[in-house]
């Protein structure tokens, strides 16, 4: 079963914005689209550019070296050069408190 750790408010990532967070060492980002939380950890699989960064339009997000998109609800890719999903960790919301899945379980 998969752990949980605690690592924002809801009220820290209004919709269309994002957070970076280091979780055990591991770069991720949370994107509040629409009132809905994903996560996805921040190195792209084409050439291990800093991906959340990019731009998010709608679920899509462009990594910023040299614009592969990947699907910020599932990590899967949408186009190239990339052609392995990122990694995504799945989100609870437990009240105020956004919880993802540790990374370590992957
Ligand atoms: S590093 Fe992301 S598209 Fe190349």
Do not use: Q
Not at 19 to 38: C, P, W
Not at 74 to 81: A, K, R, T
Not at 82 to 99: C, L, S
């Amino acid at each position: 079963m998969a752990e949980f750790v605690k690592v924002a408010k809801v009220t820290e990532i209004p919709p269309g914005k994002r957070k970076l967070l280091d979780v055990d060492e591991i770069t991720v980002a949370l994107f509040n689209v629409n009132g809905h939380y994903y996560c996805i950890e921040d190195v792209c699989t084409h050439d291990g550019g800093p991906v959340a960064e990019g731009v998010l339009d709608g679920f899509a997000i462009e990594c910023p070296r040299h614009g592969a998109l990947f699907d910020v609800r599932d990590g899967s890719v949408l186009s190239m050069p990339a052609a392995v999903p990122v990694p995504n960790y799945e989100v609870k919301i437990v009240g105020e408190d956004i919880y993802i899945e540790s990374p370590n379980d992957w």
